[in-house]
Structures are given as structure tokens and as C-alpha cells.
């Protein structure tokens, strides 16, 4: 099919007329998306860019093929349609969940990332000093090994000596740790309850005659009690915040006088210091969560003195004493 084309130099009204016709096309345009981005909140500047340059390069299209007499209909006609059809338009669909779960879990989320990543960012060396060489008892310094922070001993390499033990990396550390933390709440009856009830038989069969450490001690251990029902009613929701913190204020601060006054009872016994540091183990552990998916080191600062690195294995000692062994879980 022949093409067309009005011959301008002939007739200079074509080109008067063709331009006349593009600005109103394009003016249309412009005013089209203006109305669009206002009623269906768009994005006011890239609607009109768009529209602008569609709408333009459809009138010269159009103008150049068919001839002036169809370019302002034409043009104008795809522009409502490029403008009504591609904007985002709220409420005509149903939704998975409702908007304000979704909004809600959303916050959740960005509040955990920003908690987790103030937490990383305050302890950027936090496990210096804690790491400990099972092989020569050497300190574990850190270096980064590729793009991930990795713990060597600081005596390998020291003249030409070499340890038994491998680098840790902190990805390996932290998951061990979890998976300790986890069994450890999970047993933590059998692990420090038992031994701080041993520890206690044996005090009570050697003081026998300080009628007052016994009342002491059984004061500390109604109030630990009632201190675990708070925690639990809490963590149930049955009290609110304000009460909690009351309640609980109340108990830790009788528990404090009461073990000043023990601690000088007992002169300051080496077995009275292990007995003290059990109790605050579980007093700890009844407050902290049951189980964790990811590490913490606040969690890991509280409960741990130090860590031993083996071969294959690491040696989590607590606070309290008591030392828990647990396999290094390679990344």
C-alpha cells in the first residue's frame, strides 16, 4: 500500500497544522496523567514523562503514515488508554491478609532487623578474651578470612609452633553455641538444678548448727519460686508489664538482702560462692527465652565465661561453674 505523506513544501499549512495538533496531543497527555497520578496515586513526574513521550511519539507516527486529519483522534484516544489502564488502583482485588496484619508483621520484621543489627553492631570483637586454645591454653585473636571473621590461636605461627586445634569461624562458634543454649534450657533440671540440690545437702550436713543460714535458704528458695510464677504469669499475658516489674522488683531486692546477709554468715566459703552462682544460673535461665533460633550475644555474655576450642569439639564454661561440651557445628 502506498504510503502518505504530506508534501510540506507545497502546502506550508500541513506543518502549521501537524504542529499545532502535537502540542495539543501532547498538552492532553500532560494533562491526562496529571489527573491519573492525582486519583490513583501515582508517581506524578515519570507519569507525565511517560505519557508526554508516548503520547508525542504516537503523533508523529501517526501524522507521518496517515496524514493529519486522524493524528489528534488517534493520539489523543491512545493516550486515555495508556492512562487509565496503567496505573495501580487499590480495593479491586481481595486480599491474602488483611492490611493490617500485613503492616504489623511488617514492622515486627524491620524492628527485629534493626535489634539484631544494633546487637552486631555494639560487639564487633565481643568474643575476645572468651576464646581459649584447648591444645596450649593460648588466647584465640581474630582475623578475617575471606569475608567472614575467623578465630585462630595466637600461638600458632609464633616460632614455627603449632596447635592441635583448627580456626574457628564465627558462623561455626555461633551455631554451636545455639545448639548448646537450647539443650541446655531444655535440661537445665538435671543440669544445675541437681548439682546446686547436692551442693546445698552437702552445706546443710556440714552447717547443720547455723539454724540462720538454713532460714536464709529457705527464704531464697520460696522467694525463687514465686519469682519463676511471676515470670511464667507474664510470659502468659495473665499480668501486665507494670505489675510484673513490681512484683518481681520486690523479690530480687529481698533476695539480695538476703544473700549479703548469708554471704557474711558464711565468710565469704568457696562452697558458698558455687551455691550462689548455681542459683543465679537458674534464676537466669527461668528469665531468658526457652529455646533461640539465631545467636545472641547478650544471651552469650550472661551465661558464658569462656570457650574452649578443641579439635572437634567446644567446651562452653558457664558462669556458674559448670562446664558443658558441645560439637562444632561447621558452616
Known sequence: MPRITPEITENPLILVNGIVLLALTVLTAVFISLYASKVYKGNKKKAVL?????????????????????????????????????????????????????????????????????????????FSGKLVCGDCGWVYKKRIVGSEPTWICSKNGVAGQRC?????????????????????????????????????????????????????????AELAEQNAMYVRFHSQKIIDEITFIEQTGEIKQRINELRSRRIKLMNNNEEERCIELLREAMQELEELPQAILLFDFNIFDKLVNKVAVMPDSLVFELRCGIKLGEEIIWN
Open 50 to 126: 511517560f505519557f508526554t513521550v508516548i503520547a508525542a511519539l504516537t503523533a508523529l507516527s501517526l501524522f507521518y503514515f496517515f496524514g493529519c486529519a486522524a493524528t489528534t483522534v488517534k493520539g489523543i484516544i491512545f493516550c486515555l488508554l495508556l492512562a487509565f489502564s496503567s496505573y495501580y488502583v487499590e480495593k479491586t482485588h481481595e486480599a491474602i491478609i488483611d492490611k493490617v496484619t500485613f503492616d504489623t508483621v511488617r514492622q515486627m520484621l524491620e524492628n527485629n532487623m534493626r535489634i539484631y543489627e544494633n546487637k552486631q553492631g555494639k560487639n564487633p570483637n565481643g
Open 164 to 220: 592441635k586445634t583448627h580456626p574457628l569461624s564465627e558462623g561455626a562458634l555461633k551455631k554451636s553455641f545455639v545448639f548448646m543454649y537450647n539443650r541446655l534450657q531444655q535440661h537445665r533440671e538435671l543440669i544445675i538444678k541437681d548439682a546446686y540440690q547436692k551442693l546445698l545437702e552437702l552445706r546443710k550436713a556440714f552447717f547443720n548448727s547455723s539454724s540462720a543460714v538454713l532460714d536464709i535458704d529457705t527464704e531464697l
